[in-house]
């Protein structure tokens, strides 16, 4: 027993109903946290407040409902400045001077602009479209589009065909695809479930800078391969198993610094997977060490294209940050088939808390500006933008649309059709819904029939309020919709953030 | 007859590496011969037939030679530019002269060998799994960050040029955590990075130098592999695996539980408590 | 015939199946009442098999040639038409005999039953509409029912 003396108080509250508890103990075994016990001598189960990370697991499979997790006060006195969580930080960094780890994405109180902006519908002049009975076109081809078309006409049979060569696109069901998460931060059967629920739907499922497994190279054909600054597990068979390759400059979540996954995690699959000893650190250095300049990252766009016999799209994944317009701009001109922008929302399996939440802007700006950006370059159409960072549901999907995106990723959302509660203790390995740990009695919770399922379900319900809200604002053609900010309207958004989304006020 | 000669003069890089596919894949040609090669990147890229040498016998290849190859041989008769074995995963290298920066960087196995000295950030991030273990032998001296957050892998450095540098430069093996060093030299380099300890050769290591050195100097004919291994060695390893281990807040260590509440009912009070 | 069929790989270990199980074969069938205030608490007809990391359901398997019911000295045990083997409690003595006899151990002591000695089986949620409930608690579709070949 340890009696050191610590400040840390507690987060969440047990509360558990003992006229209802039967004393089964699947609590108990289920919570990798300890934060249940038995106590035989009072034939009771107690809680352990301390342990809590409110991940839901023991209230879900509670088979009587007993469990309530409660968020604890403030036991603090109310103060705007030093809130409870800043004043927890400190403690804790008092106690061990370390850097403070963190996971998942920013929930820090900026503004989601989303929430603030609202879509059109149309009425009486222009009839709106009822997708269940006329044909409603949400195809996304994401790549390089041509600068003009050549048509050439057969002498003998006088059927057309297209003359210019049209660079490797990829054909997407739904403007949806599954964000880059690694095997390493999330578990073999959370990526099972994901590229099945990919290869099913449609769309596409992302590596991550992990590696492919090799279960999963069966999902090539719906794989978009990442090479990240550490390349793990990048060599040619990998390069060439995907539909396209992306090259990883940043995230979100942590912009600017390297990736981390901690010793503990790195196991027996990983190792294999990643080429590396098992139980050492899987760091990713900051930047990529051959990229010290634009005209670098142009060299390492066209050396995969090379190595991959310009047969796939390449695309490249910035954070969202000061300038993104102007970056982004560099990337096309270097030649990347699409540009990946991540906002401050994006999630991570670890990163340090300081960095996720202050560094990155909102999304929904950085689509706007390099959208804008792009086309007043007359370059728009040389690559697809993709955005990604903390989409929740279709609307915030179609609003992005409108604002100049071709497709989004989704990974928070992604993962919690899985099971995923958002606690945000991704770091520890010890993820009680078998998602973002390696341990195998936590991973066998995670069952990719399932997964798999519930991810599909998520892109067919999504596909089809997209459906839906296209034909409401009158639109049969989700080309039509792309960047047509005349589509939006904004309610609480003054200027310049209104001038910078570039749709006017609900009303005018 | 399977040798092909391509003169690669007012070759654009994309012709030139598409006839070099080509006749790898299509022709069954084991053999090429490269002369006048003015700069054009990627020789090699995307091959991984094993029994295939390309040579480079007048010019200078450009960036990113070798870069994701899984198989074949290069040797480059002049000297070469930057990102050589960038990211390879099998074959070998060889080059008649001195090299450029970043040389190496993600490689993950296969062998390269420079004549003369090598620019900086040379082998970053290696890497190296069971059999999979790249090397990299360079004749003369490197610049900075040799080695820097290698992860596996060999790198030997033999200083045999005739100049003042250093054999390294600074920030050597900084953020290193696996693989090997060896310098042939009696002066512990400044700055080393503070994640290695330098150490005297044992058996196996010398094994494994004189393993390299004599492939170096069976390509490298001036130098002679007796004097090379008569020299002063010293070897830098990582001190941890896990250099960054201290520097995050310690995540509490959950180990597999070996009992449950089901197996045994009595409460394990230390378990909870930590 | 549609049947239980148990997959190692995703039990979790929770014990839903059981609790499910003893609240169905109630009176009440309320989880409350069924465990703290009928008269006699049911024993689950299900149990999870528990060694380290490793955990299972076991239940009966419905065999094609029960032994349990050639075994049985009272006639209680027996195969009904759509091939379940079912028991009669009233007729059951408390022998035993079936539990020796069956290969899977899925016969067990009604333990909470304390007048007189009786088994439990499980009866495939007989009079249950929506099929066997244990199936309907598993979080991780460690127990699947449905038809099989073979």
Request: glycine residues 10%; charged residues 25%.
């Amino acid at each position: 027993m340890k009696f050191t003396f610590s400040l840390k108080p507690e987060n969440f509250i047990i509360e558990r109903d003992d006229e209802r508890c039967i004393r089964c103990g699947a609590c108990v075994q289920q919570c990798a946290y300890n934060a249940h016990y038995f106590l035989e001598e009072k034939n009771k189960v107690l809680g352990i407040n301390h342990n809590c990370v409110g991940d839901g697991r023991c209230v879900a499979i509670c088979p009587t409902n007993a469990i309530r997790i409660r968020q604890a006060e403030n036991p603090y006195r109310p103060n705007h400045n030093w809130s409870k969580e800043k004043m927890m930080d400190l403690y804790e960094q008092a106690e061990n001077g370390t850097v403070l780890l963190v996971g998942m994405g920013a929930p820090t109180p900026h503004p989601v602009y989303w929430d603030k902006i609202i879509l059109n519908a149309s009425q009486v002049t222009n009839p709106s479209i009822d997708p269940l009975r006329e044909p409603m076109e949400v195809k996304t081809y994401i790549g390089s589009k041509p600068d003009k078309i050549e048509v050439v006409f057969d002498n003998k049979t006088k059927k057309p065909d297209i003359k210019t060569k049209i660079s490797p696109q990829l054909e997407l069901e739904v403007p949806v695809m599954f964000a880059a998460m690694s095997f390493g931060a999330i578990s073999l059967n959370a990526c099972k479930s994901l590229a099945k629920a990919a290869s099913e739907m449609g769309t596409f499922w992302n590596t991550g800078e992990g590696g492919l497994h090799r279960d999963l190279y069966q999902y090539g054909k719906n794989t978009i391969v990442q090479v990240a600054s550490g390349r793990f597990g990048v060599h040619l068979d990998y390069l060439n198993a995907g539909a396209a390759v992306e090259i990883k400059i940043g995230q979100g979540a942590k912009p600017g610094i390297g990736g981390h996954l901690p010793g503990e995690k790195v196991n027996h699959e990983i190792s294999v997977t990643r080429a590396m000893p098992e139980g050492a650190d899987a760091i990713s250095p900051a930047p990529h060490h051959d990229i010290y300049s634009i005209e670098d990252l142009r060299q390492l766009i066209y050396s995969i294209k090379e190595a991959t016999d310009y047969e796939k799209p390449v695309f490249v994944k910035i954070s969202a940050v000061h300038n993104v317009a102007a970056i982004a701009s560099g990337i096309v001109r270097a030649g990347a088939d699409a540009v990946v922008i991540d906002g401050i929302r994006g999630g991570t399996g670890a990163a340090p808390k300081i960095i996720r939440d202050n560094v990155g802007i909102p999304i929904e700006l950085a689509i706007a500006v390099v959208d804008e950006r792009l086309r007043k370059e007359g370059i728009r159409n040389q690559a697809s933008l993709i955005a990604a960072g903390g989409f929740r549901n279709s609307s915030d999907v179609i609003k992005a649309i409108a604002l100049g995106a071709d497709a989004v990723y989704i990974g928070t959302a992604a993962l919690m059709t899985l099971g995923c509660h958002v606690c945000g203790m991704c770091y520890k390995g010890i993820c009680n819904w078998g998602i973002a740990t390696q341990r195998e009695d936590l991973t066998k919770r995670l069952n990719p029939e399932i997964g798999a399922e519930r991810a599909k379900n998520l892109l067919k319900a999504w596909k089809h309020e997209i459906q839906e809200m296209l034909g409401a604002m009158g639109i049969n053609s989700i080309e039509s919709l792309r960047g047509n900010r005349l589509n939006l309207r904004a309610v609480d958004i003054h200027e310049p953030y209104l001038s910078i989304l570039g749709i006017k006020p609900a009303g005018a | 007859m399977g040798l092909l000669t391509i003169d690669a003069e007012n070759l654009y890089y994309r012709d030139l590496n598409a006839k070099i596919k080509e006749a790898v894949r299509k022709q069954n040609i084991k053999k090429i011969i490269i002369k006048n090669a003015r700069g054009q990147r990627f020789i090699g890229t995307g091959l991984q037939e094993k029994d295939v040498e390309i040579i480079v016998e007048s010019g200078v290849p450009g960036n990113d030679l070798a870069m994701f190859m899984d198989g074949p041989t290069i040797k480059v008769l002049n000297n070469a530019q930057d990102g050589i074995g960038n990211t390879m995963n099998n074959g070998k290298v060889f080059v008649h002269g001195d090299a450029g920066d970043v040389i190496a960087y993600g490689m993950r196995n296969g062998k390269i060998f420079i004549k003369g000295s090598a620019g900086y950030r040379i082998g970053i991030h290696m890497k190296e799994y069971k059999e999979m273990i790249p090397s990299i032998v360079i004749g003369g001296k490197t610049g900075d960050f040799l080695g820097e957050y290698m992860a596996g892998g060999i790198i030997l450095v033999l200083g045999l040029t005739k100049d003042e540098n250093p054999i390294v430069g600074r920030y050597c093996a900084t953020g290193m955590h696996g693989g090997v060093i060896y310098l042939r030299t009696d002066k512990v380099p400044t700055y080393l990075g503070k994640e290695v300890k330098v150490f005297e050769l044992n058996e196996g290591d010398k094994a494994k130098v004189k393993e390299l050195v004599e492939e170096f100097c069976s390509e490298f004919k001036e130098y002679n592999s007796n004097d090379i291994l008569n020299g002063k060695f010293i070897k830098l390893i990582p001190v941890s695996k896990r250099p960054y281990g201290r520097l995050y807040s310690p995540g509490n260590h959950f180990p597999l539980p070996e009992e449950n509440y089901f197996s045994n009912k009595k409460v394990d009070i230390e378990k909870y408590y930590y | 015939m549609k049947k239980l069929y148990f997959r190692e790989e995703w039990c979790v270990g929770c014990g839903r199946c059981e609790v499910v199980c003893a609240i169905e074969h109630s009176e009440s069938k309320h989880p409350i009442i069924a465990y703290f205030h009928e008269k006699i608490r049911q024993t689950p007809r299900i149990v999870v098999e528990r060694k380290g990391n490793i955990s299972f359901a076991n239940t009966c398997r419905h065999c094609e040639e029960p032994d349990c019911v050639n075994a049985c000295i009272a006639g209680a045990l027996y195969k009904d038409e759509s091939g379940k083997v079912l028991y009669d409690p009233n007729k059951c003595v408390g022998c035993y005999s079936c539990i020796m006899a069956c290969p899977y151990g899925a016969i067990m002591k009604d333990i909470n039953r304390k007048e007189r000695k009786q088994i439990v089986k499980c009866d495939l949620c007989n009079t249950r509409k929506e099929g066997p409930a244990c199936a309907e608690a598993c979080p991780n579709r460690a127990i699947i029912f449905e038809e099989k070949e073979g």
